[in-house]
């Protein structure tokens, strides 16, 4: 039996991978076995069905690491493997500063010299942006929480089931930091050794001039990973000691990353 497709919920993901691969926009879907989820094409089911992994489980996940560990690289090949939304406070932060609102010119300073915004303020972004629809099958919060208070908030909100403690040395930090390059309309991020754009300078799909973040300049940078010693490297005792904690070696190429995270997360 078919089913229209819902408006809202945890199949956006999946309905936006339906459409890179065939061109259609899904009409219907079809539970065909547990976990599979058959879409269907507009006025040509039989021959668009496509069967796409859905979600084990409900899955909530927290990243954490120092910047520049590779937290938003993995959360965009994770949120396709896992089907759920990749959530980044430091991305919202941006598309705010980006779109002048109230909360962007609050914040604009603070990003550009690595501090935290205050807990108050990302507390209650999180929170609405967790009530949206998409978030109700599972999170990917990559750089929340970031203190204490946040983490506690966290908890009251909805409990993490893993948090994945991202770990890398100091030294490949900063080569990874100092070589970042961005799209700024899209947020897609490259590395001009590691993952360099196809034409130098330029995104490869917009052909939009890539920008340094203000965030990536040395001093900043610097200041980003006190901040993070400080503030945030605690939380690592405090999940560890709630027993929902995984350490992550990310020192290889990102897709051996994800395949040793889906392995610890199994
Ligand atoms: P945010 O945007 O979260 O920055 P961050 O935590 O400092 O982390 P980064 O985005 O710098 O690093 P990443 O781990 O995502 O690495 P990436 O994948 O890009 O936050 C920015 C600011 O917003 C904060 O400083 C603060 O002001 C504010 N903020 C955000 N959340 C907040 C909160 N909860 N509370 C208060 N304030 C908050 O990778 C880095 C580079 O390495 C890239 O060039 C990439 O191509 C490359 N790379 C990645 N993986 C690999 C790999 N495996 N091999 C080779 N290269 C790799
Ligand atoms: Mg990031």
């Given at each position: 039996m078919s089913v229209r497709m819902p408006d809202h919920g945890f199949s956006d993901v999946l309905q936006s991978r339906f459409r890179r691969w065939t061109g259609l926009v899904p009409s219907a879907f079809r539970i065909a076995e547990p976990h599979i989820l058959n879409f269907m094409g507009e006025g040509?089911?039989?021959?668009?069905?496509?069967?796409?992994?859905?979600?084990?489980?409900?899955?909530?996940?927290?990243?954490?690491?120092?910047?520049?560990?590779?937290?938003?690289?993995?959360?965009?090949?994770?949120?396709?493997?896992?089907?759920?939304?990749?959530i980044s406070t430091g991305d919202l932060f941006r598309a705010n500063i980006k779109n002048e609102t109230e909360l962007g010119k609050l914040v604009k300073s603070i990003l550009a010299a690595g501090d935290l915004v205050p807990d108050e303020v990302t507390?209650?972004?999180?929170?609405?942006?967790?009530?949206?629809?998409?978030?109700?099958?599972?999170?990917?919060?990559?750089?929340?929480?970031?203190?204490?208070?946040?983490?506690?908030?966290?908890?009251?909100?909805?409990?993490?089931?893993?948090?994945?403690?991202?770990?890398?040395?100091?030294?490949?930090?900063?080569?990874?930091?100092?070589?970042?390059?961005?799209?700024?309309?899209?947020?897609?991020?490259?590395?001009?050794?590691?993952?360099?754009?196809?034409?130098?300078?330029?995104?490869?799909?917009t052909g939009e001039p890539l920008i340094q973040r203000d965030d990536d300049k040395e001093e900043a940078i610097m200041n980003r990973l006190d901040v993070y010693e400080k503030s945030t490297a605690p939380l690592i005792d405090y999940y560890r000691k709630k027993g929902i904690l995984v350490d992550l070696d990310c020192s290889g190429k990102p897709e051996d990353i994800l395949k040793a995270l889906e392995k610890l997360l199994a």
């Open positions: 040509n089911c039989s021959v668009h069905d496509i069967a796409v992994p859905l979600p084990k489980k409900i899955m909530n996940l927290v990243f954490l690491g120092p910047p520049g560990a590779g937290k938003g690289t993995i959360a965009a090949l994770a949120k396709d493997a896992f089907a759920i939304p990749h507390i209650k972004m999180v929170e609405n942006r967790l009530a949206e629809p998409d978030a109700a099958g599972g999170y990917i919060l990559d750089g929340f929480p970031r203190t204490i208070a946040q983490a506690d908030a966290l908890s009251s909100m909805r409990e993490p089931d893993h948090v994945v403690n991202f770990v890398l040395g100091r030294d490949e930090i900063l080569k990874r930091l100092s070589g970042r390059r961005v799209c700024k309309s899209t947020g897609r991020t490259y590395h001009i050794i590691y993952n360099p754009p196809k034409v130098e300078g330029v995104d490869d799909e």
